[in-house]
């Protein structure tokens, strides 16, 4: 019988504020029964496995790294664990595995290869800031990382003007203030709307949603935290 491929969100805020309540029941006891995963970053998936059973048996437990550098050797031999009858549990970094992020090769291998494949309830920080946005909900696009030169970047956020609906995109926390300050300026129709959703469920959390003619106008400071934006 082949294993199952158990997708485990991982907490979208600082380690410091873990908190117990955001994880469900269930998915404590789905992961207590695994010891194999693949995760994004080891440290990370070692610390939180700590943080949900402090006596989970981590010495016995195989962490298979999988990342942007990751080969079709380092996919083939997660594969084959669950081939050989093993449940896999697969952690992203932050948030939920497979939703930008390297957790989506593997499902879909699983998935060519007739592999159960189980997502479970989590913390996604996309889903939580568009709830959170009064924004359209029933049509957007999640766009993932806007591109790191400047002028493609604005590039980018110029193309979305003639498209309704929301658009979804998060950012590397030190560039935060300088995508802001691009869309302030780049959006000149006086009913576009913005939302900036920081450090979502961590303790220094912000979530607004304001014209963007109207935030031109103040002076907004974004600090290096976790950040979502939402353009309609």
Same mark, same amino acid.
Not at 29 to 49: C, D, G, M
């Given at each position: ?36 995963? *693949? ?9 939180? #496995? ?28 997660? #594969? ?29 291998? *699983? ?49 979305l003007k003639p498209y309704t609906g929301s658009h979804i995109f998060i950012e590397t926390p030190y560039r935060n203030q300088k995508v802001f300050d691009e869309i302030i300026n780049t959006f000149k129709d006086r009913n576009r709307k913005l939302c900036v959703a920081i450090d979502i469920t961590g303790k220094n959390e912000k979530i607004f949603t ?23």
């Amino acid at each position: 019988m082949k294993g199952k491929l158990y997708l485990i969100p991982v907490p979208i805020h600082n380690e410091e504020d873990f908190n117990i309540e955001y994880t469900p029941p269930y998915l404590i006891k789905i992961v207590n029964q695994i010891k194999i995963f *693949a995760v994004e970053n080891i440290r990370t998936s070692r610390r939180f #496995l700590r943080k949900l059973n402090p006596k989970y048996d981590i010495d016995h437990t195989v962490f298979e790294l999988i990342n942007k550098k990751s080969g079709s050797d380092d996919f083939i031999k997660i #594969l084959e664990y669950l081939l050989n009858g093993n449940n896999v549990g697969v952690m992203s970094e932050s948030g939920c595995p497979g939703i930008a992020d390297p957790g989506q090769k593997i499902c879909d291998i *699983a998935h060519q290869n007739k592999i159960s494949v189980k997502p479970l309830i989590g913390p996604s920080s996309i889903l939580l800031a568009l709830m959170a946005s009064g924004l359209n909900g029933q049509k957007f696009q999640f766009h993932g990382y806007l591109p790191i030169n400047s002028s493609e970047r604005i590039n980018a956020l110029k193309k979305l003007k003639p498209y309704t609906g929301s658009h979804i995109f998060i950012e590397t926390p030190y560039r935060n203030q300088k995508v802001f300050d691009e869309i302030i300026n780049t959006f000149k129709d006086r009913n576009r709307k913005l939302c900036v959703a920081i450090d979502i469920t961590g303790k220094n959390e912000k979530i607004f949603t304001k014209k963007i003619d109207v935030l031109k106008n103040e002076v907004i400071v974004l600090k290096k935290y976790p950040t979502i934006f939402i353009i309609e």
